[in-house]
């Protein structure tokens, strides 16, 4: 019997983070929790790149780049898509979602999913350092290691 798993040791590992500046009061708390858990992982702060994007629509599009180079070991993406009075909501959120999804799927890099979608800012909040913790930092852990189980997958 063989069980592949990824450990959680970043040493040496290169991380992208794509981030999305529309609803910044959520997004950087995100991001604080994503860099904090790569380092809590060991990834070092020189391997960490990131890139900021106008809205969560265009995470897809860097997360892909990203991805292509060949540079990194995972690529997280971080973002919040807040319900507003309008469609635009389900338009960016899908767009989002299933770009994101593609690119996990199909790439040769692990993609990971840290995007928001909420009702409310205080549920995006909540889940960005307050009542229920930081996707960002959960983002982290799964990005090192699914990084770690890539290497040992065929
Ligand atoms: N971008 C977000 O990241 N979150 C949102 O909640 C959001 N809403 O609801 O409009 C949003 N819109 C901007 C969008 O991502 C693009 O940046 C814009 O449409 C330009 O392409």
Redesign the pocket.
Known sequence: MEILEGCLDGRGLKIAIAV????EVV?KNLLEGAVSGLKRTAVSEGDITIAW???????PGIAARFAASGKFDAVIVL??????A?A??E???S??NSGIAHLAREGKTPVIFG?LTTDTVEQAMDRAGLKCGNKGTDAAAAAVEMANLYKRLP
């Open positions: 999305s500046r529309f609803n997004t994007a106008p809205g969560a629509f265009e995470l973002g919040a898509v807040i319900r507003g309008t635009h909501f338009y960016v959120s767009a989002v995007v």
